[in-house]
């Protein structure tokens, strides 16, 4: 089954043309099945290309699957026309005062990472969609900044600030290989870190919570947290294959100091052409996300939120 996007979304035409299963909303609606709900709250400034890297994950699978764009309510975008916000977006209070559930809510990071949590303009409203999270979504993904802002507001582990940006694509370990979110996954590999601040290991068990993919250089990515249903990862599998490149170029020409993505370029010469050593591992660890929402998610949406709602229990 494909996933279900506007058909002027501009990740439909991006998606059609790699060969990922996507279909208009009229052809949705004519299908004797749920398809599962899942909602991206995008903090990005590139709105239009982080909607697409997240459709392309979760659209690469056999369900049918409805993805609703959501936004911070009172936070302006700078980097995105007025007019996609407009047609593609929706508010979260308006979101909120639905009532309406989703089997799956995905909150992107922000490059924000390098100020307090409540120096953050929205972090006020950002709250209440954790909160909104607990009653109105089955399970939720937290990427870089937001995983990070999650797993602090749930269980107090404070993020550090680096010395040096963690910049490149850097080897991590498969520390739980039964997790069903790991299916697939070798033992160790490549995924791509961006990021100024960390979290430590030791803080993240401290608080109960299994770190399930790690590195010596760059620390934590995976952790689960089941009390809250959610799943914080701190890297990017979703980048494409030059967004690293990309944050490189403007970092360069804004006159900032950056070191050369570590790992990315052939032979570290950012004159080469970048590689994608992470592609497969993204779609295993968004694929298995999906599949296990489709595994425990009741189908009776009214339920979703309630004290039990894994259909394997």
């Not at 043309?17 to 909602?39: F, K």
């Not at 689960?224 to 944050?247: C, G, M, V």
């Amino acid at each position: 089954m494909p996933i279900k996007l506007p058909s002027d979304l501009p990740a439909y035409a991006v998606l059609s043309r790699e060969g990922v299963m996507v279909m208009p909303e009229d052809a949705a609606s004519h299908q004797d099945i749920r398809p599962l709900r899942i909602g991206l709250l995008n903090l990005m400034p590139k709105k239009i290309q982080t909607e697409t890297q997240f459709a392309r994950l979760i659209g690469a699978n056999p369900l049918q699957i409805e993805l609703s764009l959501i936004r911070m309510s009172e936070h302006e975008t700078r980097n995105t026309a007025a007019e996609h916000m407009e047609t593609f977006y929706r508010p979260f209070t308006e979101v909120e005062a639905s009532g309406e559930k989703f089997d799956g809510l995905i909150i992107t990071g922000a490059p924000i990472e390098r100020l307090e949590y409540t120096d953050v303009t929205y972090w006020d409203e950002l709250t209440r969609v954790f909160d909104w999270t607990q009653t109105h979504v089955h399970s939720t993904f937290g990427v870089c900044w937001g995983g990070m802002a999650m797993i602090n507001y749930f269980h107090s582990v404070p993020k550090h600030l680096l010395d040096a940006k963690a910049f490149g694509c850097v080897r991590h370990q498969n520390l739980v290989p039964a997790s069903p979110y790991l299916r697939g996954f070798s033992d160790d590999m490549v995924i791509p870190v961006s990021r100024w601040t960390e979290l430590r290991r030791d803080e993240i068990e401290s608080a109960g919570l299994p770190v399930l993919i790690d590195s010596p250089e760059t620390g934590p990515c995976l952790v689960e947290d089941t009390a809250h249903r959610a799943l914080y990862i701190f890297n990017h599998l979703e980048y494409d294959s030059d967004t690293l490149k990309q944050e490189y170029d403007r970092d360069v020409a804004a006159g900032t100091t950056i070191n050369v993505p570590a790992n990315y370029y052939p032979a570290d010469d950012p004159t080469q052409r970048p590689q994608n050593r992470w592609r497969s591992h993204a779609h295993l660890l968004y694929g298995n996300w999906v599949s296990e929402l489709y595994l425990t998610t009741p189908f009776d949406m009214t339920q979703i939120g309630s004290a039990s709602t894994d259909l394997r229990t």
